[in-house]
């Protein structure tokens, strides 16, 4: 081998050759190619400034290129509304207090009021008489689903699957007679991305020590159940989930439901009926895993509002809190906006703009 096909050193090439001529027994080994190549590229590079960094740490071995999805909006809405001044029988339909009878309800604000008054209030056996909820489908029934179709990363078996899931939690976060009665919605919580770390702080938060930064309520549905319970087993629904395809090729599903429950008081002291309704939207993307760190059968929260009517004012105990007859009276009504809590024709977005998270709006029937 020629010194011209050797990148190694003058000094140590002639050593190499030096001890290899006489025999020495630790000659040493010819440099690899890989260790010829380096010394060259030293010989041939400037010696770097003072101050330079030549040890740099190693760099974070990169994965599939998952991501760990935070909650990107969180759009949050405290209406907490009280009954607007009149007889009872006018906030629950029929006649109103100058005794003409009340307008009918549009097609989107769920179906016509009941009629005459006395037929207008609720009682135990009917809790949702003089509600337009009262022709409304019970618990699952009033979620409309769509037909699946392969959107995204998900084929239309997937997309099935995962809206079944999707109605699942809305079932176990806002219909479960467990969670409505103060329970922790466990069996919700399970179905969130666990790697969601935001989510998973606001939860761990709302359940610890309710605030009105961390409000369970804007999630999931519960009473009291030392001053409240359910006047039976019903909840009346209505609402629909639809999807389209979102960000890295993820199914993102949007809830858009109201709620109405119907209560007594928890002594049974008295048969009136309160009712509380709730509309939520809810956006949840159910990720590529190939893209996004999460778990099979979990979705990651991408937003979530709330419209409450009858829930309490400025209320954060991480129950809902209805008025009956007495509170209202004592109460008032509120200083915000009035707004019809069954009027599903106003887009959730344009209910956000409308109501003032810092007053007490006034519904005009429940």
Same mark, same amino acid.
């Given at each position: 081998? %020629?010194?011209?096909?050797?990148?190694?050193? $003058?000094?140590?090439?002639?050593?190499?050759?030096?001890?290899? &001529?006489?025999? !020495? #027994?630790?000659?040493?080994?010819?440099?690899?190619?890989?260790?010829?190549?380096v010394t060259r590229r030293l010989r041939e590079e400037p010696e770097p400034p003072r101050g330079w960094r030549i040890h740099e740490p190693p760099?974070?071995?990169r994965g599939k290129g998952r991501y760990a999805v935070g909650l990107v909006a969180v759009v949050?809405?405290?209406?907490?509304?009280?009954?607007?001044?009149?007889?009872?029988?006018?906030?629950?339909?029929?006649?109103d207090d100058t005794g003409s009878p009340s307008a009918a309800v549009g097609e989107g604000?769920? %179906?016509?009021?009941?009629?005459?008054?006395? $037929?207008?209030?609720?009682?135990?056996?009917?809790?949702?008489? &003089?509600?337009? !909820? #009262?022709?409304?489908?019970?618990?699952?029934?009033?979620?409309?689903?769509?037909?699946?179709?392969?959107?995204?990363?998900?084929?239309?078996?997937?997309?099935?699957?995962a809206l079944d899931r999707t109605l699942d939690f809305l079932a176990a976060s806002s219909l479960d007679a467990g969670v409505l009665a103060g329970q922790r919605p466990d069996g919700a919580i399970a179905l969130v991305n666990p790697h969601?770390?935001?989510?998973?702080?606001?939860?761990?938060?709302?359940?610890?020590?309710?605030?009105?930064?961390?409000?369970?309520?804007?999630?999931?549905?519960?009473?009291?159940?030392?001053?409240?319970?359910?006047?039976?087993?019903?909840?009346?629904?209505? &609402?629909?989930?639809?999807?389209?395809?979102?960000?890295?090729?993820?199914?993102?599903?949007?809830?858009?439901?109201?709620?109405?429950?119907?209560?007594?008081?928890?002594?049974?002291?008295?048969?009136?009926?309160?009712?509380?309704?709730?509309?939520?939207?809810?956006?949840?993307?159910?990720d590529d895993p190939e893209k996004v760190i999460t778990e099979p059968g979990t979705f990651s929260l991408v937003s979530y509002a709330a419209d409450i009517a009858n829930g309490g004012c400025d209320n954060h105990t991480g129950y809902f809190s209805p008025e009956f007859v007495a509170e209202r009276a004592a109460g008032g009504s509120g200083e915000g906006p009035e707004v019809d809590p069954y009027d599903r024709d106003v887009p959730m977005e344009e209910r956000m703009r409308q109501g003032d998270a810092t007053e007490c709006g006034r519904a005009g029937r429940l």
């Open positions: 081998m %020629g010194k011209e096909s050797s990148s190694i050193p $003058d000094e140590e090439w002639e050593r190499f050759l030096r001890d290899a &001529g006489a025999g !020495a #027994a630790e000659a040493p080994q010819e440099p690899s190619a890989r260790a010829r190549m760099r974070q071995r949050v809405c405290l209406l907490a509304v009280v009954l607007a001044p009149g007889p009872v029988a006018g906030w629950f339909g029929g006649e604000s769920g %179906g016509s009021a009941a009629g005459g008054s006395q $037929d207008a209030v609720p009682t135990a056996e009917e809790p949702f008489r &003089g509600s337009p !909820a #009262a022709g409304w489908e019970d618990g699952r029934a009033g979620i409309g689903l769509p037909e699946a179709r392969a959107t995204g990363w998900m084929d239309k078996g997937q997309v099935a699957d969601q770390e935001d989510v998973q702080d606001y939860v761990k938060a709302a359940f610890g020590s309710p605030s009105e930064e961390n409000d369970p309520l804007l999630l999931f549905s519960r009473f009291d159940a030392s001053e409240v319970r359910p006047a039976g087993d019903v909840v009346k629904t209505r &609402g629909e989930v639809t999807y389209r395809e979102g960000k890295r090729g993820a199914l993102e599903v949007t809830a858009d439901v109201t709620y109405v429950y119907a209560l007594v008081r928890a002594d049974g002291g008295s048969d009136e009926v309160a009712r509380t309704v709730v509309r939520r939207e809810t956006v949840m993307s159910w």
